[in-house]
């Protein structure tokens, strides 16, 4: 993967960019992203967060080595605190990192977000800490999409603010536009899952110490869940 190829995962997220787009990337590790948009001439400008040097000096080469450096600034810092209000940012992605991570990345900035921006979220892991956390804050999921890479299953949450908003438990679970449409992929998903945690609950009554009631019930919860949403 490079600027002028991206994984397939980070080409769906470039498709959620809007055209003309000003995009803060957190969390940019190579900049491909920014720097392959601006390259397609899909973006307007770009900011590049990173709050590791080594991947921070990656994107800051990839930039230059392009002659992209008065369109995207490369920043060294912690999460949003990279964009500042005259970069006008309309477009936020953050991409490849659990979404226990986005939560923690989000709240802490929420100084920096201006209630117009679109969020591009793409987690491994902890979507429906993710979900809750754009519904207690007014976001509204738009779209989503589900796609396997590698072995790996990987979400894709796009979410604007939209004022207030309510998705029940399951809606968080699977994600409210996923539930509704139920692509292949979102089966082929839900399938492997229920298998894994039915195991899973045989695994808790053969085990020699006692798993806790609370555990065991909320697999048994979402074994209910997965069961009915592939009935």
């Known amino acids: 993967m490079n600027e ?6 980070l080409e769906r997220v470039a498709a959620h960019v809007p055209q003309g787009a000003r995009l803060a990337d957190i969390g940019s590790d190579h900049g491909y992203l920014p720097v392959a948009l601006m390259l397609r001439g899909s973006i307007e400008a770009a900011v590049a967060g990173e ?8 994107a800051l080469r990839n930039v230059r080595k392009n002659g992209l450096e008065d369109r995207i600034a490369i920043r060294l810092a912690d999460g949003l605190e990279a ?3 005259q970069d006008r940012i309309s477009a936020i992605s953050l991409c490849g ?4 991570t986005m939560c923690e990345i989000l709240e802490r900035g929420k100084h920096r ?14 979507e429906p800490e993710l979900r809750l956390w754009l519904m207690r804050n007014g976001y509204r999921i738009c779209s989503e999409e589900l796609l396997r890479e590698n072995r790996f299953d990987y979400e894709i949450i796009v979410a604007e603010p939209g004022g207030a908003v309510t998705y029940t438990a399951e809606q968080l679970y699977f994600g409210p536009v996923l539930l509704q449409e139920k692509c292949e992929a979102f089966v082929f998903k839900w399938r492997r899952m229920l298998r894994q945690k039915q195991q899973t609950l045989a695994n808790f009554e053969r085990a020699r110490d006692a798993v806790p009631e609370e555990k065991t019930a909320d697999f048994n919860r979402q074994v209910a869940w997965i069961t009915q949403v592939l009935a």
């Open 51 to 58: 709050v590791a040097q080594t991947p921070y000096a990656s």
């Open 4 to 9: 002028q190829t991206l994984s397939r995962r």
């Open 113 to 126: 977000l201006d209630g117009e921006q679109r969020l591009i979220l793409q987690p491994n892991g902890g």
């Open 97 to 100: 990192m659990g979404g226990e």
């Open 83 to 85: 964009i500042e209000p």
